[in-house]
């Protein structure tokens, strides 16, 4: 697709399309919990910058295999594709924390109604991702796969998207069901269980990618490790408090 700019890439058409949706349900889901502020639009710029240069500099670190100086000079690479998640989010929820807990902008606990806006535009980033072909998966034989770059393969991209609406779908429910004395005390748990859970599924579907660009050590991935660690200190944090069970269904 052409602009007046020269032509697009399909996968920034949706990544502004996951960005627009996940900035419009994350308005009506605070508004129908009634914690909506006016500080979030400038919380929601602050996550947007904060994550793209997250995920640049996490593809640097992980992918970029010896090109990082020359990369992290280049304009067209910050402009560009080459992007991480796990960088983003990482950025991103320092972002929050010094939004809301130092300047005192917006409730911090409130960001709990802005999950299932996070999985259904991450799904939809996903979709952007397929369709551009990057991302791809290994070599598939199976019923559903997908021709890309010149071989059948995993349609991972998709696997991925599928499991972020379930996602979605499940943080819709406990949003609608909580009260906000409840986000309040269970705001760290229940970010924990989107980290937890993402982690799971990231860490499974990496095993169906077939892009090296990515990062591999020793046959794993960097978000295969960065997932391990989550999952792992998730878990140490809930057996050491002995809420495995509150953790998921609430006290």
Same mark, same amino acid.
Request: aromatic fraction near 22%; proline fraction near 2%.
């Given at each position: 697709?052409?602009?007046?700019?020269?032509?697009?890439?399909?996968?920034?058409?949706?990544?502004?399309?996951?960005?627009?949706?996940?900035?419009?349900?994350?308005?009506?889901?605070?508004?129908?919990?009634?914690?909506?502020?006016?500080?979030?639009?400038?919380?929601?710029?602050?996550?947007?910058?904060?994550?793209?240069?997250?995920?640049?500099l996490l593809?640097?670190?992980?992918?970029?295999?010896?090109?990082?100086?020359?990369?992290?000079?280049?304009?067209?690479?910050?402009?560009?594709?080459?992007?991480?998640?796990?960088?983003?989010?990482?950025?991103?929820?320092?972002?929050?924390?010094?939004?809301?807990?130092?300047?005192?902008?917006?409730?911090?606990?409130?960001?709990?109604?802005?999950?299932?806006?996070?999985?259904?535009?991450?799904?939809?980033?996903?979709?952007?991702?397929?369709?551009?072909?990057?991302?791809?998966?290994?070599?598939?034989?199976?019923?559903?796969?997908?021709?890309?770059?010149?071989?059948?393969?995993?349609?991972?991209? +998709?696997?991925?998207?599928?499991? &972020? $609406? *379930? #996602?979605? !779908?499940?943080?819709? %429910? @406990?949003? /609608?069901?909580?009260?906000?004395?409840?986000?309040?005390?269970?705001?760290?748990?229940?970010?924990?269980?989107?980290?937890?859970?993402?982690?799971?599924?990231?860490?499974?579907?990496?095993?169906?990618?077939g892009d090296?660009?990515?990062?591999?050590?020793?046959?794993?991935?960097?978000?295969?490790? +960065?997932?391990?660690?989550?999952? &792992? $200190? *998730? #878990?140490? !944090?809930?057996?050491? %408090? @002995?809420? /495995?069970?509150?953790?998921?269904?609430g006290p």
């Open positions: 697709m052409d602009s007046i700019f020269g032509p697009v890439p399909v996968y920034f058409i949706f990544m502004g399309m996951s960005w627009g949706l996940g900035f419009e349900l994350s308005k009506f889901f605070l508004k129908k919990k009634k914690l909506f502020q006016k500080g979030f639009f400038l919380l929601f710029i602050g996550i947007f910058l904060s994550s793209w240069i997250g995920s640049k593809f640097l670190l992980s992918s970029a295999r010896g090109q990082a100086q020359d990369l992290f000079l280049d304009p067209q690479f910050w402009f560009g594709g080459g992007f991480v998640f796990f960088g983003g989010l990482l950025f991103s929820l320092l972002f929050v924390l010094l939004y809301c807990l130092v300047l005192k902008k917006f409730k911090l606990y409130a960001l709990y109604c802005c999950l299932p806006a996070i999985c259904f535009s991450h799904a939809l980033g996903r979709v952007g991702c397929f369709f551009s072909g990057c991302c791809f998966g290994k070599v598939c034989s199976l019923p559903w796969k997908a021709f890309q770059n010149g071989l059948y393969r995993h349609p991972v991209q +998709i696997y991925e998207s599928f499991f &972020l $609406i *379930i #996602l979605g !779908v499940f943080f819709i %429910k @406990k949003v /609608f069901q909580e009260q906000e004395k409840k986000l309040k005390e269970r705001f760290f748990l229940n970010i924990g269980q989107y980290l937890l859970l993402y982690a799971l599924i990231r860490f499974f579907i990496e095993f169906f990618r090296k660009v990515r990062g591999i050590y020793f046959g794993i991935s960097s978000s295969q490790i +960065i997932s391990g660690l989550i999952i &792992l $200190i *998730i #878990l140490a !944090v809930i057996l050491k %408090k @002995k809420r /495995f069970y509150s953790f998921f269904f």
